[in-house]
């Protein structure tokens, strides 16, 4: 069964992310591909780095300069740096997600922004 969904650049499955690629040509993606996807990982290593630092040195720096490390601490320390790193993931993939367009009786489908025509 052939169908017209777009598929993954990498392994053929289905693509739900289109990312804007160094050439003319688009990159799709699938799920597992979209995540690891470099510029995209890159990027929010980069938010995660700037952003969970500031929120570091606010919320734990004086606790941890107070020598009061707990495991929790420690928790608390990882889920500053992990939650600007989905945030962007997230808004990432969001924003590169494909979608379907709504068939409108009597016209003609649309074609996605950045296909060939
Ligand atoms: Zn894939």
């Known amino acids: 069964m052939k169908t017209d969904a777009p598929v993954c650049d990498l392994c053929g499955r289905v693509a739900h992310f289109r990312f804007a690629g160094a ?61 600007p790193f989905l945030v962007s993931m997230y808004s990432a993939l969001d924003i590169n997600r494909l979608r379907t367009v709504p068939a409108i009786p009597g016209k003609a489908p649309a074609a996605p922004p950045g296909a060939a025509a």
């Not at 690891?36 to 040195?57: D, E, H, K, M, N």
């Open 23 to 83: 050439g003319a040509r688009p990159v799709l993606r699938c799920w597992r591909h979209a995540v690891f996807y470099g510029p995209v990982f890159r990027r929010a290593l980069q938010v995660s780095a700037v952003v969970g630092t500031i929120l570091f040195l606010i919320n734990q720096l004086d606790v941890v300069l107070s020598g009061h490390v707990t495991p929790l601490v420690v928790f608390k320390i990882v889920l500053t740096y992990l939650v």
